[in-house]
Nanobody
Framework: QVQLVESGGGLVQPGRSLRLSCAASGFTFSRYAMSWYRQAPGKERELVAGITRAGNTSYADSVKGRFTISRDNAKNMVYLQMNSLKPEDTAVYYC????????WGQGTQVTVSS
């Protein structure tokens, strides 16, 4: 049974940090590229960050320099460290695993507000 479970979301003030986690099970984690997507109210889903099986990373321009994606193959975990959060970062954040097909988690809500 394939599962991706996101956690770590919450309500924070602008300028603060959050660390999102995604726990994977039911597939060979090390074979998959991993990504974080987000979807804000009234907007399309956006690719935020990605990491390949070799550890190469990429980021959307809107988060570059503030967010860091990482993975731990021994623990079947992927993380998104989010620093200097802005109100426009408010969204539901989803974890995706891709190899021959894509798997998705249920998402975790991040709200950045004063």
């Amino acid at each position: 049974q394939v599962q991706l479970v996101e956690s770590g979301g919450g309500l924070v003030q602008p300028g603060r940090s959050l660390r999102l986690s995604c726990a994977a099970s039911g597939f060979t984690f090390s074979r998959y590229a991993m990504s974080w997507y987000r979807q804000a109210p009234g907007k399309e889903r956006e690719l935020v960050a990605g990491i390949t099986r070799a550890g190469n990373t990429s980021y959307a321009d809107s988060v570059k320099g503030r967010f860091t994606i990482s993975r731990d193959n021994a623990k079947n975990m992927v993380y998104l460290q989010m620093n200097s959060l802005k109100p426009e970062d408010t969204a539901v954040y989803y974890c995706e695993a891709w190899y021959a097909r894509a798997y998705w988690g249920q998402g975790t809500q991040v709200t950045v507000s004063s």
